[in-house]
């Protein structure tokens, strides 16, 4: 809430993960916090060229050794199209069908790797990569039974917060789309649109007897992906939602303010936090470790990469890492580090357990495709996928508070155990 946060920040409560025939699925565990947008570890990297020397060359290999487009493949797909075009119920464009071309050679891969039209890798990017998007500033969630879409967050400053729209609002309906008959995704796609659009949204509000009416004119926003507060006994608590390109500069100035208040012990709360740039968490994790490695990747050859703190600066107080399983990929890169190098405690429950990244390559024509091209291994060379980081300090979230209290870090067992453990 990070799934977590902005427009389309939260996968549903007791969602489980579609994955491919063999692959382990997992189910989230509803809780108190939105969950963000599942964007893993992403790295990023540009084509400059031709998209047919793309199809040819990318790998360095022609698509004639590889056997992909022999003359039988071609005439198949000829014939397929062909047909299609004659005989389907409605007209279908050329484009159409390259454009679903493109996207099956992914189909058969992993989970992650995936085509994107132009439209839809300028959305990936804008999102999930440089944390910015056109909307109204709130983050929502769904139930997965009752598909009742909850305000979870108002973002300062927002269209949503200026129009008067509140935490614990429900969302009846955005425009002509009900929120109990919409996927989130897709309602959430709705819901964000172009700068200086309006989208009507009827909401349910505790202790209003009719709904109310908002009209919000969406906006370009930076994503804010941390906030921070100073808890008890001077303890800071920075809270990061997803680990996009502007988390650094929000992660370092959150630290900075708490360090400035005193701080003497620190939470990191990364529970529902669905991971994001290798590069940002690696940044992150250099502002509180020593010097030493953080995370290294190898791809199918045994190629290695690793990533290392400096000796520039360091966090030297008691630390403390809150996680859950939904907390996934970039999320367990940093709890992996810090558990490795005994820099701190980890709280909460098992992982979500992604240890693989995705590049993602850009083509000429705007399009662009996500590839997993290496495992990654924490400092004491564990590779998580599938089976998750293990907390130090094994703990179910619970809400402590009354049935009809708002959340507040005083009832959530979680952060309060964490509070225990730096004390001790």
Known sequence: MNQEERDFVVEEPEESFETK????????K????????FAGVIVMAL???????VYEYVSGVSVSRTGLLDRTTSKKLQTLAAYIQSNYYEDVDTGTLQEGLYAGLFDNLDVYSQYYTAEEAQQLYDTNVSGTYCGIGASLQQDADTKVVTVMHVYDGSPAQESGLQEGDVIVSADSYEAA???????????????????????ARSGESDYLEFDITRKNLVLPTVTQK?????TGYIQVTEFTEHTVEQFEDALSELQQEGMTALIVDLRSNPGGMLTSVCSMLDDILPEGLLVYTEDKDGNRQDYNSTDD?????PLAVLVNGNSASASEIFAGAIQDRKAGTIIGTTTYGKGVVQSILSLKD??????????YFTPNGTCIQGIGIQPDVEIEYEFTGPEDAKYSEEYDNQIQKALDVLQQ
């Open 181 to 203: 008959s919409t996927d989130l995704s897709e309602f959430i796609t709705h819901v964000r649109g172009e700068e200086g659009t309006q989208v009507h949204l009827v909401i």
């Open 30 to 37: 509803q809780n108190g916090f939105g969950k963000g947008f």
């Open 21 to 28: 025939s063999g692959k382990k699925k997992r189910k989230k």
């Open 366 to 375: 705007g399009s662009a495709f996500k590839l997993t091209t290496s495992r």
């Open 230 to 234: 100073m808890l008890e006994n001077q």
């Open 47 to 53: 084509l400059s060229v031709v998209i047919f020397g």
């Open 313 to 317: 600066k360091s966090l030297d107080l």
